[in-house]
């Protein structure tokens, strides 16, 4: 038996992948089976005083993304000997995505494009896993969505599921049981509410045999997983931190748009549309509305300079990252300025990262293979990713599964 742990963008593809090919696959994810329109019910308490969004959920943190699909760390990647072109070309079929219709881009976009273009900046759509016939734009996706028009992880779950994996949802791992440097099985934990799963509805720790393990829990809980289980890790944290610079335009009701649906790429970060609630909380003074406030993100590489230990997780900003926030928000206000934002309004929002990385990394953590230093145990997600794409990474993270997939497929039939 397979025992893969979490349903994230990593867990998915690969339960789905070694599914199809009729592996026996059995699933755990420690968090609810939750609709998309709930799914920002299940966002994680802050761990420390930092702001890392993730969520606790079938199909993860890809339940509250906004729809990004971009291919990063791919040259990095082939440098490590890991060549992922063609699984990359594979998601993107399979998510559909693509730059959204013009009739997607709000009056906000379109201004901070027209902006940009004045500007000579080199701007470009964002391609997007979101359905255009299902979405009426509405501001929401990191909420879910309201209408279940974007791609999530939950769609290749319910496609493992009909492959013939087991999937048992509010199942956490505990442990994973390793003898004289031999993958002996796991230690899973039934939750809470449901008493569908397994034999019974009792919550004590249940030991399952096994030599095949894949941890999927994100960049987070692997590395906590593999501490437990005696496996340094947890080193090298990144977050792809950001913040939001914006000011106020009066009635311009950016906040009802599809957030980031355009792009302007530089070396260390990438700006793109975004609103956010911390300025408006901040702009009310000025006696501004959620309608009057147009935003952008800055979004930087940032360094693997954080930490998760069992009870916290520590990242500060390095200079270097200071200086790339820095850098990005001057471009991010001339943008807002030039759209007719008044500049004398224009702030920004704490730092804060939603795409924690890099703590079980190829070549530290895992080889080539993702496989870890315990045959037979393997990480597929955010975790085995070496630097900080500074740019949306679940395309990436779904390449690297599909890999993965392939690699053990072969190992079976061996
Ligand atoms: C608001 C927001 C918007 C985003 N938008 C985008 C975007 O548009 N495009 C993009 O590319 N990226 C986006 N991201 C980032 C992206 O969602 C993550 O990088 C990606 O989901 C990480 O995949 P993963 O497999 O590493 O982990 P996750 O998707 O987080 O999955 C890990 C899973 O493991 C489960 N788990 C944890 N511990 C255990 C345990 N002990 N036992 C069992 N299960 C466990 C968790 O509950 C979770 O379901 C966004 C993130 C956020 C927060």
């Excluded at 063609?86 to 998601?91: M, R, T």
């Excluded at 997007?128 to 979405?135: A, L, Q, T, V």
Aim: glycine content about 10%.
């Amino acid at each position: 038996m397979i025992i893969i742990v979490g349903s994230g963008a990593g867990g998915a593809t690969v339960a789905k992948e070694l599914a199809l090919a009729g592996l026996p696959v059995t699933l755990i994810e420690k968090g609810p089976l939750l609709i998309t329109q709930q799914a920002f019910t299940a966002y994680d308490a802050r761990d420390n005083d930092l702001e890392l969004l993730k969520t606790t959920c079938g199909g993860g943190s890809t339940m509250v993304s906004v729809g990004n699909g971009v291919r990063v760390l791919q040259e990095e990647l082939k440098s490590l000997g890991i060549d992922i072109s063609i699984e990359l070309a594979e998601a993107e079929q399979e998510l559909k995505v693509n730059p959204l219709p013009d009739s997607h881009l709000g009056k906000g976009t379109k201004l901070l494009m027209e902006a940009a273009y004045n500007l000579d900046l080199p701007i470009q759509s964002m391609p997007k896993f979101i359905r255009p016939s299902e979405c009426i734009p509405c501001g929401k996706c990191s909420f879910g969505c309201p209408r279940n028009a974007k791609w999530t992880a939950m769609d290749f779950i319910n496609e493992a599921k009909e492959a013939g994996a087991q999937i048992f949802f509010n199942t956490g791992l505990e442990k994973i049981i390793i003898e004289k440097g031999k993958l002996k099985g796991v230690n899973i934990r039934r939750n809470f509410q449901d008493t569908t799963i397994l034999n019974s509805s009792d919550q004590t720790s249940q030991y399952i045999k096994t030599d095949l393990v894949i941890l999927a829990a994100g960049a987070i809980e692997t590395p906590r997983i593999l501490q437990k289980s005696g496996i340094k890790a947890g080193n090298n944290l990144f977050m792809d931190t950001f913040v939001t610079v914006g000011g106020i335009l009066k009635d311009i009701e950016f906040y009802e748009e599809v957030m980031m649906a355009t792009l302007v790429p530089f070396d260390n970060f990438i700006l793109a549309p975004h609103f956010s609630t911390f300025l408006l909380e901040k702009l009310k003074n000025y006696g501004a509305q959620g309608k009057d406030i147009l935003g952008i993100m800055v979004k930087i590489k940032d360094e693997n300079s954080g930490q998760v230990t069992p009870e916290k997780v520590f990242k500060q900003n390095t200079l270097q990252d200071v200086r790339f926030l820095a850098e990005g928000s001057a471009v991010a206000g001339s943008i807002l300025s030039e759209a007719g934002v008044k500049p004398s309004t224009i702030i920004s929002t704490h730092p804060r990262g939603a795409h924690p990385g890099g703590t079980a990394p190829i070549g530290k953590i895992v080889d080539e293979n993702l496989e870890t230093s315990v045959k037979g145990l393997f990480l597929s997600d955010a975790s085995v990713l070496p630097f900080a794409p500074g740019a949306p990474p679940i395309l990436t993270i779904i390449a690297l599964a599909k890999r993965l997939a392939q690699h053990i497929i072969k190992k079976y039939a061996d």
